[in-house]
């Protein structure tokens, strides 16, 4: 596609259910990662994936959350048990490569509620 | 770690004056360095970037220039109109890492 697309835009659930956030990157760009934006903050390193597999996942604050890129295109970021400090705007982003002069393309990312 | 430190907002301003907006860095190694910025209810956009020491990144009349003896990558322009409202964050990428590490951004309101 043209750009990143995330789905849904807005995601509101409860305290201890599982919630799962999508991100169609940009056709043939290698590199996604995830963010994460609380508000008032810039965003948070989540996770970073070169093609199929998680290159650095350094950034995921605890087991329940959890991502995949199964073919090296869409991802999934999944969330388990909510809470609702997980509260946020999630940012996926691609790049060409993984390399390091190149800046991003963000998506609009998925703003999920947790009550 | 690496980390950037972004001048506190909320910064307002009127149409055609002088806008700077302070940043400075700590990195290992040679990190490149970047601005992104965010206008009201879009995403994320890379505004400018430098990849080395000295480099100037420019775009839409704005300027940074990395400055590796000062560790710092202020952002400039010299006459702002009211649609450079926006929250700008300043980030870099480096240390053989890929993600990016951002500030917490700068809030600038420009007023007619």
């Known amino acids: 596609g043209a750009g990143v697309s995330q789905t849904p835009s807005n995601k509101v659930t409860e305290k201890g259910k599982y919630v799962e956030l999508r991100c169609d990157p940009i056709s043939g760009h290698t590199a996604l990662y995830w963010y994460r934006q609380s508000l008032g903050q810039g965003p948070e390193f989540l996770i970073y994936?070169?093609?199929?597999?998680?290159?650095?996942d350094s950034g995921l604050p605890n087991d329940r959350f959890f991502a995949v890129r199964p073919e090296g295109s869409v991802s999934t970021l999944k969330i388990q048990r909510t809470e609702r400090g997980d509260s946020a705007v999630y940012l996926c982003a691609s790049s060409l490569t993984g390399t390091g002069g190149a800046g991003y393309t963000f998506g609009s990312g998925t703003r999920l509620t947790v009550v | 770690g690496n980390s950037v430190t972004q001048m506190e907002g909320p910064v307002t301003l009127s149409e055609e004056a002088f806008l700077t907006i302070n940043c400075t860095y700590t990195?290992?190694?040679?990190?490149?360095l970047f601005w992104y910025v965010q206008y009201p209810g879009e995403g994320l956009q890379l505004l400018l970037k430098a990849t080395k020491a000295d480099d100037k990144g420019s775009n839409k009349g704005f300027e940074a220039t990395y400055r590796k003896e000062t560790t710092s990558f202020h952002l400039e322009k010299g006459s702002v109109q009211v649609s450079d409202s926006a929250v700008y964050f300043c980030?870099?990428?480096?240390?053989?890492?890929?993600?990016?590490?951002f500030g917490q951004g700068t809030r600038l309101t420009i007023n007619p």
């Open positions: 990195a290992t190694g040679y990190p490149s």
């Open positions: 980030a870099l990428r480096g240390g053989g890492a890929q993600k990016l590490v």
């Open positions: 994936f070169q093609g199929t597999g998680a290159a650095d």
